[in-house]
């Protein structure tokens, strides 16, 4: 079985209440919700929440919510809680402020469970150098199995010479577990490398997991700030005028 799970907390410092504001209709959450359970690849979508609000607002468009009575810091140690005692195979940590979710990328990302040995795995696509230099774009390295090396905010791997084509990969937020997987990372302390590079996918890499890293050209529109909703209302218009 495999199960979506769509981490989802209402305080947000840089924009409060992001996940209930109107995005052409319906709330960002809600858009959250529904694309993904539109991509019809999960046995069961659940949203995790703290908040009252956000619970009302997927019930109101049929969805599950799983209601956290534990304060997490992390979106991981939250659907850690959820899972716990669910019965399914592979979860998938969708975020909740990414209100268009992409088919072919989710597909991709679940793929990679095709090889047995695989315990967790992520997504990245290729920038520019200049956008590197971004420390809010996280960048990973890989090996010739396409597993990360390592992650961080400075860029990787540091060009001593002109290197031609050469391209860097940006880190993309969505995760995919074995359940076991996850419950083992989230009973981790935090790690030295996690706690420096403020990345909490490096405690995976400090305890020998692998993590395997699947391609796609699909750039999320994560609602960080509200100049991101606006973009996403754009969006919206643009790629669904019917709606």
């Not at 992390?74 to 019965?87: F, H, L, N, Q, T």
């Not at 940590?93 to 040995?117: H, M, W, Y």
């Amino acid at each position: 079985m495999i199960t979506a799970l769509i981490p989802a907390r209402f305080a947000s410092t840089r924009f409060p209440a992001k996940l209930t504001k109107e995005l052409c209709g319906k709330s960002v959450i809600q858009r959250t919700y529904l694309s993904t359970l539109e991509t019809g690849l999960f046995d069961q979508v659940i949203v995790v929440t703290d908040h009252e609000e956000i619970q009302k607002q997927i019930e109101e468009v049929g969805g599950q919510v799983f209601f956290s009575t534990t304060a997490h810091e992390s979106g991981s140690d939250r659907i850690a809680e959820a899972v716990c005692d669910m019965d399914t195979d592979i979860v998938v940590n969708v975020q909740g402020d990414e209100p268009f979710q992409d088919q072919k990328s989710l597909r991709d990302l679940i793929s990679a469970f095709d090889d047995p040995t695989v315990q967790v795995a992520s997504m990245m696509f290729n920038i520019s150098i200049e956008d590197a230099q971004n420390p809010n774009a996280v960048k990973v390295v890989i090996d010739q199995d396409s597993n990360a090396m390592y992650f961080s905010r400075s860029p990787i791997p540091y060009i001593r010479e002109k290197s031609e084509g050469f391209q860097y990969w940006k880190h993309v937020g969505i995760y995919a577990y074995k359940k076991h997987a996850l419950l083992q990372f989230t009973s981790w302390s935090k790690s030295k490398l996690e706690q420096i590079e403020m990345l909490e996918q490096l405690r995976l890499l400090e305890h020998g997991v692998k993590i395997k890293m699947v391609p796609t050209t699909h750039q999320a529109i994560a609602i960080d700030i509200p100049e991101d909703l606006e973009k996403a209302i754009s969006y919206f218009q643009t790629h669904f005028p019917n709606l």
